[in-house]
């Protein structure tokens, strides 16, 4: 079936950029997304891609597709402690349906 | 803020005993879908609602089951409550169009179950 692979856990400095992985199994998707989840609370859309894109930049988070490798990451500029939380990446199936298929996501933590 | 809210936001239950939980979706958006998320876990795709009928579905027993009415808005309801049932269940809402699917898919806050 369709799987979704993260690293658990990511330790950065402030101000440093951070690099958050992503693998996923099925070819079939048509938009993969990063969502960002602080404690207690749901999920917050950062950004999404189409499948036919290989990078999309949205002020200080760049977004990168390799369809051939099924791998997309999430680079964030300037990391600042607001930035740490729970990143999850998702990827969305044809179909029509609003299935996505998440990562267990990974923990960002940002230190000065 | 995006739009999607949902309700109660915490409530506790017993075993065996049924519950409802509550979704308006953002304005435009037609089509909810739902999602359970264990402590510690990504979310997991419950099922999705448009035009007011079930057209998806996750891996959850029928026990699980919703409606979505002529508002857009949204109802998931959980019989016999089991004690795996405790989790986080969001709410999700997206614009379908005739042909192509929008990207966009908005999650609310959360109602967040513990069954005893």
């Known amino acids: 079936g369709e799987d979704v692979e993260q690293s658990l856990f990511l330790s950065v400095r402030e101000g440093d950029s951070s690099v958050i992985n992503c693998t996923y199994t099925?070819?079939?998707?048509?938009?993969l997304y990063w969502y960002k989840q602080e404690p207690g609370a749901g999920l917050q859309l950062l950004t999404y891609?189409?499948?036919?894109?290989d990078m999309k930049q949205d002020q200080r988070l760049t977004v990168l597709l390799n369809k051939k490798d099924k791998h997309l990451s999430l680079r964030i500029a300037d990391t600042q402690t607001g930035d740490s939380a729970i990143y999850f990446c998702?990827?969305?199936?044809?179909?029509?349906?609003?299935?996505?298929?998440f990562g267990a996501g990974t923990r960002l933590a940002v230190h000065p | 803020e995006t739009g999607v809210t949902q309700s109660p936001t915490h409530l506790i239950k017993t075993r065996g005993q049924q519950v409802t939980l509550r979704c308006s979706s953002q304005s435009g958006h037609n089509t909810v879908s739902w999602y359970q998320q264990a402590l510690g876990q990504g979310p997991q795709f419950i099922f999705q609602?448009?035009?007011?009928?079930?057209?998806g579905r996750g891996n959850f027993p029928p026990r699980f089951s919703g409606l979505q009415f002529p508002n857009y808005s949204s109802e998931l309801n959980v019989n016999a409550l089991e004690l795996d049932d405790s989790a986080l269940y969001l709410c999700a809402s997206s614009l379908v169009g005739t042909s192509e699917v929008a990207g966009e898919l908005f999650f609310g806050e959360g109602s967040r179950l513990t069954v005893l």
């Open positions: 998702a990827v969305r199936l044809s179909g029509g349906y609003n299935k996505l298929i």
């Open positions: 099925d070819s079939s998707s048509t938009y």
């Open positions: 609602y448009y035009r007011e009928e079930e057209n």
């Open positions: 891609i189409f499948s036919n894109m």
